[in-house]
């Protein structure tokens, strides 16, 4: 089993910056498709971003232009570089590797709280 780690969340106001970190136990980044998923208070896990193996990105319309995804093989870690953040962005965000759907147990994840 793989566990991972997420930090770099915090509380920030409208328009600020955050950056995220994911890391993992094992390598995997740079075999997998990886992401970030987030869970808002009362609504259900999304996907806002993913990185596939060969670098290609995507990103959930809410985030586009705002959030960028990476990854660092070397370091076996992963970030998420969030600008212009919104309240609506308030969630616990976490990372996973993408096959079909989220492939590990879920780390504790990291709180993201945009409030002024």
């Known amino acids: 089993q793989v566990q991972l780690v997420e930090s770099g969340g915090g509380l920030v106001q409208p328009g600020g910056s955050l950056r995220l970190s994911c890391a993992a136990s094992r390598s995997i980044f740079r075999i997998n498709t990886v992401g970030w998923y987030r869970q808002a208070p009362g609504k259900q896990r999304e996907l806002v971003a993913s990185i596939s193996i060969v670098g290609n990105k995507n990103y959930a319309d809410s985030v586009k232009g705002r959030f960028t995804i990476s990854r660092d093989n070397a370091e076996n870690t992963m970030y998420l570089q969030m600008n212009s953040l919104k309240p609506e962005d308030t969630a616990v965000y976490y990372c996973?590797?993408?096959?079909?759907?989220?492939?590990?147990?879920w780390g504790q994840g990291t709180l993201v709280t945009v409030s002024s």
């Open positions: 996973n590797v993408i096959r079909g759907g989220p492939l590990y147990a």
